[in-house]
């Protein structure tokens, strides 16, 4: 059974730092690229970050850029997104997704971050 399960959310003080964790089951996350989302309710799931295959380059939206660093560690199936530099209006629900084509599109079950004083 294909899952993906997103831990690492918190409260945290605006300037503080948290690392979320997206840890895939059931497929061979190396395979696929890995993708951070968010979204705040009444709004659109955001596209944060996104991470191919092998050595590819990471892509950021421009309000995270020099803020937040994608990674994946492949031997433990785990994605991980960085987030330093937190701001009021990163607060949102962070989902991991991962894309294995014909065989599906999948998403986690969101982990919560929230950044206030």
């Known amino acids: 059974q294909v899952q993906l399960v997103e831990s690492g959310g918190g409260l945290v003080q605006p300037g503080g730092s948290l690392r979320l964790s997206c840890v895939a089951s059931?497929?061979?996350?190396?395979?696929?690229?890995v993708a951070w989302f968010r979204q705040v309710p009444g709004k659109e799931r955001e596209g944060v970050s996104c991470?191919?295959?092998?050595?590819?380059?990471?892509h950021y939206v421009d309000s995270v850029k020099g803020r937040f660093t994608i990674s994946r560690d492949d031997a433990a199936d785990t994605a991980y997104l960085q987030m330093n530099d937190l701001k009021p209006e990163d607060t949102a629900t962070y989902y991991c997704?991962?894309?294995?084509?014909?065989?599906?599109?999948?998403w986690g079950q969101g982990t919560q971050v929230t950044v206030s004083s």
């Open positions: 059931g497929f061979t996350l190396n395979w696929y690229g």
């Open positions: 991470i191919p295959t092998g050595d590819g380059t990471a």
């Open positions: 997704n991962a894309d294995l084509g014909v065989l599906g599109d999948y």
